[in-house]
């Protein structure tokens, strides 16, 4: 074993809980069994270890096997927890989700309380003498403060959007285990619907089969009752189809079927009903879909990402205040300000970002924060909602599972139940099936009749071939021996055993099928009719039976038709017609037994077999019509003959008349009257003689023709009677005279006899004789005729051969000299082509070489040169095929001079608009000096104005005069009041450091403090001497850089 196969396969198993979406995470290896995480998951979640259900994409976790089995552990393996108690109908539904992290962001993030102004530490700068320095300290408590609450606010405001979005991820978790179930339960169902549709199929069939048996069972023993058996087959206790079968307990075996049937039907209805109710369960449950709420909830979440952000930037700026407020009291403390920045710049700037935290940033924050707290109620409703919709979703699919095991078992029940009626009406089945099968043994029989004379007839053809292959081989020898033996003696070629010939190859068939009962296709339908199988067809085998006297001329046409598509071979001894014939009859004879043998159990319900079948057997009809149709032409022209016999006969019968005739005429000459019975009987003897040689010739007349074909007529029937009746009566007839004439002279009557035997013996020779003469010449003019008919036959098939080679020929004549005028075209075209190529490649190597000139002009130059020589050219030449080129290349030798001339100008354009450039930037930095300066002056300008004093209304940032009054307070001068005090902070920093205080006082306002006058008693309240009610302003200024460096 190598080594890598050694290394363990460790990582880490993410397990979800399927009611509530937590998630755990497991360090395990691929040798850990299942159950020892069950047994953490039992610890952790309070599940206990019979009603876990773990389940990994389609797969059930079994216990006893290790995570090896299911190819775990992996990156992407997740395995989903389902609690097998909570999945039962009576199980309690799941408490409203509580998130922890409402409660810990209230108690462990609470408001920070708010600084007063008596409440905080002292501080250095409290004791300052600058108004401006003792205003620092409690600007920077006021910031830490906004900056505490700010960050508590964010703190809770975080806390509850994480729980938010684990709510959102508990949710997704959700979802997907809901998807692991639904696949799971998809798959069950879908391998119990395909057995239900199985079912309803075999069910469906049976139970149409079993209803057309109960229905038509009085039927079925009329039919067989009806049709009596070949008298062949008949015996005594049987005469008929019904006595197949015992008729006595068919009845009682109806009644027993047809309740077995009734009952099995409603068991199905009721077992329909509950799987149609299991199916709408199933459909319904696939159709709930959680993943709606889930996704408004994460577009929720998403959206309100950006208060986060939003309070992440207050926060920022809340610091970079802090911070900013304590640089400026560190530095005031270590007395490192810049000379640019005063207190009073700093203490002003403090006003407004003060009122900014107040008003501005910590209501934005939260506003934030109740948004969240608002998105948290919506997360924690919808995380209720889910899994109240989990317990309700995985009760149903226990249900459905439940049901669907209980379905299975059902299966086995009612498959069982389908074998034991197939059973029960297995003896219907039987007196169904006597019909069709006594008919597919009609047919069979008819089949084996015809493929034995097939059979028989290619055992005879296959003789001939080898015969034919014998006789070649011995004319092979005999030429090679003629050629060889005038050079070999013939002793040297008998050594080598070249007088050798072929022996013959005798093809004998032992008979078979002797016992077959003679019948034909016609029969079928008269000993088997075609209602016994229950299968009509628009056409059958009832066509070949129709009336025999219709016309011969569509017959002998359709006959021609058919017998030209037709491709079979002849065999030896056998027409193409008959071999064709039999083919068709056992063709049509087994598509008959094929019908009889489906019909009985699914009596075509196949659309496609029954359909192919009925074609099949319609075609075959067909084919045979077309052979009845023959029959009748041949019938007719055997009509024909047979009168021509009756013409023969008739003639025969006058020339008999005549010799009789004579034959009285001479006897009455030399004998008396009593001779005249005798003459009388022997004519009588003759004509029958005459008769009977007349019908032999006429049977005779045709001996290839079957002998069911030449039937005698009722009108010859009846003649040859009436003939034997007249020779008997005339035989026994005897005259009284003649009687009388043997009693009296016996000698001279027996000479006379034996003289008048003897005569009619002659005659009877000579007649004879005539009869075998007439029966050659008939013979003779039938040959003769048949012969005529064939060379007739010969003679036009000759004709029309001979004028479809003709106009073959006169067809190929016409397209080679078509063709041939065509390759001459196309040979002119090519010449003409080939020459226009080599002058048009000529001319594109010029305008190559144009091309490769150096520098714009050349080409240009150049194009104009090979368009003028190519105009003079064709001046010259006249029109060469190559004008269009021509023009083109002038065309371009124009254009191409246009864009020269305009490069030209457009460069001198260039030239002309760089000169003007560079006197446009030279402008210009004369311009943007000038800029400068302007506002240079500008700003001195605005600082001028900016120093100004303010006489009308003081604002923070102006400048401001105070001017020391009797009472000793500094007030400033204003046009609309005069209640502007300066505080005692700026006095004393403008006038300690001078020995006395100064008559006016000019500094830049950095605090304005709006005050008013309120008792007249408290004295210390009201230093400027005001009436009560009055409103004054205390204003804080700061020195002017120009006046402080003074």
Do not use: W
Not at 204 to 231: C, I, M, W, Y
Not at 918 to 933: I, N, P, W
């Amino acid at each position: 074993m190598s080594s890598s196969e050694n290394v363990i396969q460790r990582g880490n198993l993410l397990v979800h809980i399927a009611e509530n979406g937590h998630s755990f995470e497991l360090d395990c290896d691929e040798y850990t069994l299942v159950e020892s995480i069950q047994q953490y998951l039992d610890s952790v979640t309070g599940i206990r270890l019979n009603d876990q259900l773990l389940l990994y994409l389609d797969m059930k976790l079994e216990s006893q096997n290790p995570l090896s089995a299911y190819k775990l552990p992996s990156d992407d393996g997740e395995i989903f927890l389902f609690n097998k108690s909570k999945m039962r109908s009576n199980s309690a539904p799941p408490e409203p989700e509580q998130p922890e992290e409402l409660e810990l962001s209230e108690n462990n993030y609470p408001d920070p309380q708010r600084p007063s102004s008596s409440s905080h530490d002292p501080h250095p700068l409290d004791e300052a003498p600058d108004p401006a320095l003792k205003v620092l300290p409690s600007y920077e408590i006021q910031f830490r403060y906004h900056y505490q609450f700010g960050d508590t606010i964010y703190q809770r405001t975080v806390m509850k959007y994480e729980a938010c979005e684990r709510l959102a991820r508990e949710q997704r978790v959700q979802e997907k285990a809901l998807e692991i179930a639904r696949g799971n339960l998809d798959h069950f169902y879908k391998m119990i619907l395909h057995n239900y549709t199985d079912f309803v199929k075999c069910y469906s069939q049976q139970q149409r089969t079993h209803s057309n048996l109960l229905v038509n069972f009085g039927r079925d023993l009329e039919r067989l009752r009806a049709v009596k058996l070949l008298p062949v087959l008949q015996t005594a206790d049987r005469k008929c189809l019904l006595d197949f079968v015992k008729e006595d307990n068919l009845q009682k075996m109806v009644d027993d079927c047809s309740n077995s049937h009734r009952q099995f039907e409603s068991k199905v209805g009721d077992f329909k009903n509950e799987f149609g109710e299991l199916k709408r369960s199933t459909e319904h449950l696939f159709s709930c879909n959680a993943s709606l709420l889930s996704k408004d909830l994460e577009r929720a979440v998403k959206e309100h990402k950006r208060h986060i952000d939003e309070q992440k930037s207050i926060l920022q700026a809340l610091s970079k205040d802090v911070g900013l407020v304590k640089k400026l009291v560190d530095d005031c403390l270590t007395s490192q300000l810049s000379n640019s920045l005063r207190p009073h710049d700093a203490v002003s700037a403090l006003g407004p970002m003060y009122e900014g935290h107040d008003k501005s940033y910590l209501p934005k924050m939260q506003d934030c924060e109740r948004a969240i707290s608002n998105l948290l109620v919506f997360c924690k409703n919808k995380k209720t909602e889910m899994n109240t919709f989990v317990h309700k979703y995985m009760q149903k699919i226990a249900y459905i599972q439940y049901t669907i095991k209980d379905v299975r078992y059902k299966f086995s029940v009612f498959t069982e139940a389908l074998k034991r009626q197939n059973d029960q009406f297995e003896h219907l089945k039987v007196v169904r099936g006597i019909g069709p099968a006594y008919r597919a043994c009609l047919a069979e029989i008819v089949r084996r009749k015809s493929s034995m004379k097939l059979y028989m007839g290619m055992a005879g053809q296959l003789a001939e071939r080898l015969a034919a292959k014998r006789e070649s081989e011995i004319r092979r020898r005999e030429d090679f021996l003629k050629v060889n033996s005038l050079f070999m003696p013939r002793d040297i070629l008998a050594s080598m055993g070249l007088y050798d010939t072929p022996n013959t190859c005798d093809v004998n068939v032992a008979p078979f099928d002797t016992n077959l009962l003679d019948i034909d296709i016609l029969d079928l339908d008269r000993f088997a009719p075609e209602h016994l199988v229950g299968v009509g067809f628009k056409k059958g085998s009832s066509s070949m039976s129709r009336d025999v006297e219709e016309g011969s001329e569509s017959g002998l046409e359709s006959y021609n038709d058919f017998v030209e598509d037709s491709e079979l071979v002849e065999i030896a001894g056998t027409s193409k017609l008959e071999v064709e014939n039999a083919k068709l009859k056992a063709e049509l004879a087994s598509t008959i037994a094929m019908l009889c043998s489906v019909s009985p159990e699914t009596e075509f319900e196949d659309n496609e077999v029954g359909n192919a079948l009925k074609l099949s057997a319609e075609k075959t009809a067909e084919a045979l019509r077309l052979k009845d149709e023959h029959e009748k032409h041949l019938v007719n022209m055997l009509k024909v003959k047979r009168m021509q016999c009756e013409s023969y006969e008739k003639r025969i019968k006058e020339l008999e008349n005549r010799l009789s005739d004579q034959y009285s005429l001479d006897q009455k000459v030399n004998k008396d009257a009593l001779s005249e019975p005798m003459d009388e009987a022997s004519y009588a003897s003759s004509s029958l003689l005459l008769k009977s040689g007349g019908v032999d010739s006429s049977e005779t007349m045709n001996p290839n023709l079957d002998s069911s074909m030449v039937e005698p007529t009722r009108d010859e029937k009846d003649e040859k009677e009436a003939m034997v009746l007249a020779t008997s009566s005339t035989a026994d007839y005897m005259p009284p005279q003649l009687k009388s004439l043997t009693d009296d002279e016996p000698v001279k009557g027996s000479d006379l006899v034996a003289e008048l035997q003897n005569l009619v013996t002659e005659k009877s020779n000579q007649l004879n004789e005539m009869e075998t003469k007439l029966r050659a010449a008939v013979e003779e003019v039938t040959r003769l005729g048949s012969e005529l008919d064939i060379s007739r036959n010969l003679l036009e098939e000759s004709q029309m051969n001979c004028a479809h080679l003709e106009n073959c020929l006169h067809e190929a004549r016409e397209e080679a000299q078509t063709h041939l005028c065509a390759a001459d075209r196309r040979a002119s075209e090519y010449s003409a082509l080939r020459a226009s190529a080599i002058k048009i490649r000529s001319l594109f190597e010029r305008l190559k070489t144009c091309a490769s000139s150096n520098g714009v002009v050349g080409f240009a130059d150049s194009l104009r040169a090979l368009a003028q020589s190519l105009a003079n050219s064709a001046n010259d030449k006249g029109d060469d095929g190559i004008s269009e080129f021509r023009e083109c290349v002038r065309v371009l030798a124009e254009k191409v001079g246009v864009l020269t001339s305009q490069r030209a100008e457009l460069i001198e354009r260039y030239k002309k608009a760089e000169t003007s450039h560079g006197q446009r930037s030279k402008e210009l930095g004369e311009q943007k000096d000038l800029v400068k300066t302007l506002y240079a002056k500008l700003q001195s300008e605005k600082q001028v104005n900016k120093e100004k004093i303010s006489f009308s209304r003081l604002e923070l940032h102006e400048i401001a005069a105070f001017v020391l009054n009797a009472a000793g307070h500094y007030e400033a001068i204003n046009r609309n009041c005069t209640c502007y005090y300066l505080s005692s902070e700026s006095v004393a920093l403008f006038a300690d450091h001078l020995p006395h205080r100064p008559s006016y006082i000019v500094g830049q306002i950095v605090h304005v403090e709006r005050q008013t006058v309120k008792s007249v008693d408290a004295g210390q309240f009201n230093p400027y001497g005001l009436p009560v009610g009055s409103e004054y302003f205390v204003v804080t200024v700061a020195m002017i850089p120009d006046t402080a460096a003074s």
